[in-house]
């Protein structure tokens, strides 16, 4: 079953710092947003993950989304389904009209 039954209200925060990020994360859920979405603003792909796993594991009930800039769409979708982050996005410089790449780094 989809959790996306009605429009939901997804802020994007763009991540400087782990600790900042959930603060505004909270700011937003306690505003009504159904859920966040990270980008880290220097490419700290990682940094950026373990800050939403870490959301979504204290807010169960709220969509977590993770924009992945130095991962391909394979590698963002399988890392943000291999750590339970609900939404993904990538702006990485392989993927093309012609495909994307394949590469899967661990989480």
Same mark, same amino acid.
């Given at each position: 079953m989809?959790?996306?039954?009605h429009?939901?209200? /997804?802020?994007?925060? @763009?991540?400087?710092? *782990?600790? %900042?990020a959930v603060?505004n +994360? =909270?700011?937003a859920?306690?505003l009504?947003?159904d *859920?966040?979405?990270?980008?880290?603003?220097?490419?700290?792909?990682? &940094?950026?993950?373990?800050? +939403?796993?870490?959301l979504? %594991?204290?807010?169960?009930?709220?969509?977590?989304?993770? *924009?992945?800039?130095t &991962?391909g769409?394979?590698?963002? &979708? =399988?890392?943000? /389904?291999?750590c %339970?982050?609900?939404?993904?996005?990538? +702006?990485?410089? @392989?993927?093309?009209?012609? *495909? +994307?790449?394949?590469?899967t780094?661990?989480?």
């Open positions: 989809s959790i996306l039954t429009p939901h209200v /997804l802020p994007a925060i @763009d991540m400087l710092d *782990g600790a %900042q603060r +994360a =909270e700011v859920f306690s009504g947003a *859920g966040v979405v990270f980008n880290h603003c220097d490419a700290d792909d990682g &940094l950026m993950h373990r800050v +939403a796993h870490e979504k %594991q204290n807010w169960p009930g709220k969509i977590i989304g993770a *924009g992945y800039t &991962l769409p394979a590698a963002a &979708l =399988e890392r943000s /389904l291999r %339970q982050v609900d939404a993904t996005w990538t +702006a990485g410089a @392989d993927v093309t009209s012609r *495909g +994307a790449s394949a590469a780094p661990s989480c």
